[in-house]
């Protein structure tokens, strides 16, 4: 028979020497079809004596002769069969074949056609490593093999081969119908109880008709989802069973044969193989991704390690220049200097720490005035009590008489409960009061009678509480001035000056930038997470020149600019602008001009004045950002702008 068969737009040519031709999706058909709605086995077209038939197998969708659908005809050469959208135009028909040649071709043909096509799907499978991919080839190369509506693959939730125990434990792992799209909600559409069975008994299941099959009677899930064929084969594993493949086809009875079942164990066996070896090759997957997470964790444990050992270099390098001072000086932890002006501090320093007279430290703002309060404390007999701070210059009266000395309870507005003020607090150890030069008159005298009795009356009481207190104090103004100007009491200046630390500005101790910047950017560095930056001759060339008028705390704030903006090492473009250029302080002119011949008070004043303004200026009226621009309190500010009658 010589047939013409046109599907899709395309169209060839075939010659059947056999008797028989079938059509249908199936692999194992002569004619295998595309179109989803033509049945896995859909007709057969065969030789009776001279002429020719075609018969319909119990197709969903049926089969038509030229447009007309039949169950049986005769097909004349240029009639017309169409099975979906394939068509098959009989030309001519030969002199029928002797029946014995007949029979040994046909066999032959359908043995060769399921070899090749398991050849073809098991290639397929073995070529997917991927875990995920391997599944869904297995489920589609068995609905593929067997012509079947769908295909579900049900396996254990570990990734070994064991043997789950009931169908409970296993996993719908992959669920497909025949056009390849996911089946929804496949626990709801496949039989528990055929599973179960095939699990427990670890042997392959085929039913023609499984809602008349005997064996499956008095399962609800059978009944309930009305199944026609069905075949289900366990997959090997180490012990048993470690899942199945299960096929049905809810609209054709008999959908599946013998030969059907035979294929899909082989597929099943396959399958193991594969799935096996994908196994093997996650693992190996997982444990590459495992030693690249330890690989990167000990790359940044290094970069750590490396900025720990950069750090205790710098470290090192501080300490090998403080152990350069003269020898019997006591070290102070976290002052560092080895200038000449720092020696003779240190040198002043360890007589103070001896005593327990008040003390008086002096120096411009950012020097590091609390820093040598708190080694005063920390190197003498006081050590293990309080060392209480406070800015008395920050505060009011009224707040600061209560932060002092402390009231009781309903004394003001506000005071709910009774409050201990700081030189009870301190009882023991040391108050630090910074900025005392700003100090009221008044508070000045209430301090004077707590230095002279020890003695402290909290605010609202008329109890009188003893106390033991060393009182070092600090200002950046110079206090024997402001007693020549009346503004601070005489007697409490000798009170607090008994012993009296001059600390130089940075400017004085030019020698310390390199070591103090070392320092201060390795701790910032450490604070920050990051590598500290190399800082190269040049930058420290241009520290070693700038004037720093904010002293220590200003090259702090620059070294902390450097941590974050340079990569490596410190460039001239990373220094801020005022490093870099050489500016008078803003509002000022480039000399100090004398009012008067000798008149050197004058002048401070002035410039003192005109930097107030020009502050002001700036900050557009804003007193706190003036202050903070100036390195005062909001308060000294108020009082100097009193001072000068500047517009307040």
Same mark, same amino acid.
Request: aromatic content about 4%.
């Given at each position: 028979?010589?047939?013409?068969?046109?599907?899709?737009?395309?169209?060839?040519?075939?010659?059947?020497?056999?008797?028989?031709?079938?059509?249908?999706?199936?692999?194992?058909?002569?004619?295998?079809?595309?179109?989803?709605?033509?049945?896995?086995?859909?007709?057969?077209?065969?030789?009776?004596?001279?002429?020719?038939?075609?018969?319909?197998?119990?197709?969903?969708? !049926?089969?038509?002769?030229?447009?007309?659908?039949?169950?049986?005809?005769?097909?004349?050469?240029?009639?017309?069969?169409?099975?979906?959208?394939?068509?098959?135009?009989?030309?001519?028909?030969?002199?029928?074949?002797?029946?014995?040649?007949?029979?040994?071709?046909?066999?032959?043909?359908?043995?060769?056609?399921?070899?090749?096509?398991?050849?073809?799907?098991?290639?397929?499978?073995?070529?997917?490593?991927?875990?995920?991919?391997?599944?869904?080839?297995?489920?589609?190369?068995?609905?593929?093999?067997?012509?079947?509506?769908?295909?579900?693959?049900?396996?254990?939730?570990?990734?070994?081969?064991?043997?789950?125990?009931?169908?409970?434990?296993?996993?719908?792992?992959?669920?497909?119908?025949?056009?390849?799209?996911?089946?929804?909600?496949?626990?709801?559409?496949?039989?528990?109880?055929?599973?179960?069975?095939?699990?427990?008994?670890?042997?392959?299941?085929?039913?023609?008709?499984?809602?008349?099959?005997?064996?499956?009677?008095?399962?609800?899930?059978?009944?309930?989802?009305?199944?026609?064929?069905?075949?289900?084969?366990?997959?090997?594993?180490?012990?048993?069973?470690?899942?199945?493949?299960?096929?049905?086809?809810?609209?054709?009875?008999?959908?599946?044969?013998?030969?059907?079942?035979?294929?899909?164990?082989?597929?099943?066996?396959?399958?193991?193989?594969?799935?096996?070896?994908?196994?093997?090759?996650?693992?190996?997957?997982?444990?590459?991704?495992?030693?690249?997470?330890?690989?990167?964790?000990?790359?940044?444990?290094?970069?750590?390690?490396?900025?720990?050992?950069?750090?205790?270099? !710098?470290?090192?390098?501080?300490?090998?220049?403080?152990?350069?001072?003269?020898?019997?000086?006591?070290?102070?932890?976290?002052?560092?200097?080895?200038?000449?002006?720092?020696?003779?501090?240190?040198?002043?320093?360890?007589?103070?720490?001896?005593?327990?007279?008040?003390?008086?430290?002096?120096?411009?703002?950012?020097?590091?005035?609390?820093?040598?309060?708190?080694?005063?404390?920390?190197?003498?007999?006081?050590?293990?009590?309080?060392?209480?701070?406070?800015?008395? !210059?920050?505060?009011?009266?009224?707040?600061?008489?209560?932060?002092?000395?402390?009231?009781?309870? !309903?004394?003001?507005?506000?005071?709910?409960?009774?409050?201990?003020?700081?030189?009870?607090?301190?009882?023991?150890?040391?108050?630090?009061?910074?900025?005392?030069?700003?100090?009221?008159?008044?508070?000045?005298?209430?301090?004077?009678?707590?230095?002279?009795?020890?003695?402290?009356?909290?605010?609202?009481?008329?109890?009188?509480?003893?106390?033991?207190?060393?009182?070092?104090?600090?200002?950046?103004?110079?206090?024997?001035?402001?007693?020549?100007?009346?503004?601070?009491?005489?007697?409490?200046?000798?009170?607090?000056?008994?012993?009296?630390?001059?600390?130089?500005?940075?400017?004085?101790?030019?020698?310390?930038?390199?070591?103090?910047?070392?320092?201060?950017?390795?701790?910032?560095?450490?604070?920050?997470?990051?590598?500290?930056?190399?800082?190269?001759?040049?930058?420290?060339?241009?520290?070693?020149?700038?004037?720093?008028?904010?002293?220590?705390?200003?090259?702090?704030?620059?070294?902390?600019?450097?941590?974050?903006?340079?990569?490596?090492?410190?460039?001239?473009?990373?220094?801020?602008?005022?490093?870099?250029?050489?500016?008078?302080?803003?509002?000022?002119?480039?000399?100090?001009?004398?009012?008067?011949?000798?008149?050197?008070?004058?002048?401070?004043?002035?410039?003192?004045?005109?930097?107030?303004?020009?502050?002001?200026?700036?900050?557009?009226?804003?007193?706190?950002?003036?202050?903070?621009?100036?390195?005062?309190?909001?308060?000294?500010?108020?009082?100097?702008?009193?001072?000068?009658?500047?517009?307040?």
């Amino acid at each position: 028979m010589r047939w013409i068969l046109e599907e899709a737009g395309e169209r060839r040519e075939l010659t059947v020497t056999g008797r028989a031709l079938t059509v249908g999706r199936a692999p194992d058909n002569d004619v295998v079809a595309r179109d989803g709605r033509v049945s896995r086995h859909h007709s057969r077209i065969e030789r009776r004596g001279d002429g020719v038939r075609v018969l319909d197998l119990g197709s969903a969708n !049926g089969t038509r002769l030229n447009g007309q659908q039949v169950r049986e005809a005769t097909v004349r050469p240029g009639d017309c069969v169409a099975v979906g959208e394939l068509l098959l135009t009989l030309e001519s028909v030969e002199a029928e074949p002797s029946e014995a040649f007949d029979t040994l071709s046909e066999g032959t043909r359908s043995e060769a056609r399921d070899l090749r096509a398991f050849v073809a799907l098991a290639s397929r499978m073995v070529a997917e490593t991927d875990l995920k991919g391997l599944l869904v080839q297995v489920v589609d190369c068995a609905v593929e093999l067997v012509g079947a509506e769908r295909g579900f693959l049900l396996l254990g939730p570990d990734r070994r081969e064991v043997r789950p125990s009931s169908s409970a434990e296993l996993e719908v792992r992959v669920a497909r119908s025949f056009d390849r799209s996911e089946v929804l909600a496949p626990r709801g559409h496949l039989s528990a109880g055929i599973v179960g069975r095939v699990l427990a008994d670890g042997g392959a299941l085929l039913s023609l008709d499984a809602g008349e099959d005997s064996r499956l009677g008095g399962m609800a899930s059978v009944e309930e989802l009305r199944l026609r064929s069905v075949l289900c084969v366990p997959v090997p594993g180490e012990t048993g069973p470690q899942g199945v493949l299960y096929l049905d086809n809810r609209l054709q009875r008999g959908a599946f044969e013998q030969r059907e079942l035979e294929l899909v164990e082989l597929l099943a066996v396959q399958a193991a193989v594969a799935l096996r070896n994908a196994r093997l090759v996650a693992a190996l997957r997982e444990q590459n991704q495992e030693l690249e997470v330890s690989r990167l964790a000990i790359q940044r444990l290094n970069e750590q390690l490396g900025r720990t050992v950069r750090d205790q270099e !710098g470290q090192l390098a501080v300490t090998q220049a403080q152990l350069g001072r003269e020898r019997g000086r006591q070290e102070f932890a976290g002052i560092v200097g080895s200038s000449d002006a720092m020696r003779a501090v240190f040198d002043q320093l360890e007589r103070i720490v001896e005593t327990e007279l008040p003390v008086l430290v002096h120096g411009e703002s950012g020097t590091g005035k609390e820093l040598i309060a708190r080694a005063i404390h920390r190197a003498g007999a006081r050590r293990q009590r309080p060392f209480i701070t406070e800015n008395v !210059g920050a505060l009011p009266d009224s707040l600061l008489e209560s932060e002092l000395f402390g009231h009781v309870k !309903g004394a003001f507005t506000g005071a709910y409960k009774a409050k201990r003020g700081l030189l009870e607090q301190a009882d023991g150890g040391t108050l630090f009061l910074d900025e005392v030069g700003d100090m009221s008159p008044a508070m000045q005298k209430k301090l004077l009678r707590v230095l002279q009795e020890g003695e402290v009356r909290p605010v609202g009481s008329d109890e009188v509480r003893r106390v033991d207190v060393r009182v070092v104090a600090a200002s950046n103004r110079d206090l024997e001035e402001l007693v020549r100007d009346g503004v601070f009491r005489e007697d409490l200046f000798y009170r607090l000056a008994v012993l009296r630390v001059d600390l130089p500005p940075l400017r004085a101790r030019r020698d310390d930038i390199p070591l103090l910047a070392e320092t201060l950017l390795s701790r910032a560095a450490r604070e920050a997470g990051r590598a500290a930056p190399v800082l190269t001759h040049e930058v420290l060339a241009a520290l070693m020149r700038h004037s720093w008028p904010g002293n220590v705390r200003e090259l702090e704030n620059e070294m902390r600019r450097l941590v974050v903006l340079a990569e490596g090492g410190a460039r001239l473009a990373d220094l801020s602008a005022s490093v870099l250029e050489a500016r008078p302080i803003a509002g000022a002119s480039d000399e100090v001009q004398v009012l008067e011949a000798g008149d050197i008070k004058g002048a401070v004043a002035d410039l003192e004045r005109r930097s107030i303004e020009a502050a002001l200026e700036q900050a557009s009226g804003n007193k706190s950002q003036a202050a903070r621009s100036l390195g005062i309190s909001r308060f000294a500010l108020q009082r100097k702008l009193e001072k000068y009658g500047l517009s307040s």
